[in-house]
């Protein structure tokens, strides 16, 4: 398996932006859940799911925290996904991680939404937001 690897974290004011981009290699096929989750640092609290894409045809799903503030996107040349994250508040910062689940033949695209599924998982990057 290929690990998703993820770039773009870092320091960033209240009210700024970031743009995070995650490599997803590894897969002979283009029928690929592509998403972003992050944790809250120093606490004891499940990965919380940000977005979702479908790499074919590119289905978007946001969870209802980040609607409006968070685009993800993808580059199926460059085998990546990106992250928008607009209107950062301190409350965004965390470690921000990316990862991937191939769907078996038949399966619909809105199961990128459906966050337990996937299971590539990359290292994370560290984003901090000041206030």
């Known amino acids: 398996q290929v690990q998703p690897v993820e770039s773009g974290g870092g320091s960033v004011q209240t009210g700024g932006s970031l743009r995070l981009s995650c490599v997803v290699s590894g897969y002979s096929y283009d029928s690929v859940c592509m998403g972003w989750f992050r944790q809250v640092l120093g606490k004891r609290r499940d990965r919380e799911a940000l977005a979702g894409i479908y790499k074919r045809g590119g289905e978007e799903f946001y969870a209802d925290s980040v609607k409006g503030r968070f685009t993800i996107s993808r580059d199926n040349a460059k085998n990546t996904v990106y992250l928008q994250m607009n209107d950062l508040t301190p409350e965004d910062t965390g470690m921000y991680y990316c990862?991937?689940?191939?769907?078996?033949?038949?399966?619909?695209?809105?199961?990128?939404?459906?966050?337990?599924?996937?299971?590539?998982w990359g290292q994370g990057t560290e984003v901090t937001v000041s206030s």
């Open positions: 990862a991937s689940v191939g769907l078996a033949a038949g399966w619909e695209p809105a199961l990128c939404g459906d966050w337990s599924r996937y299971k590539r």
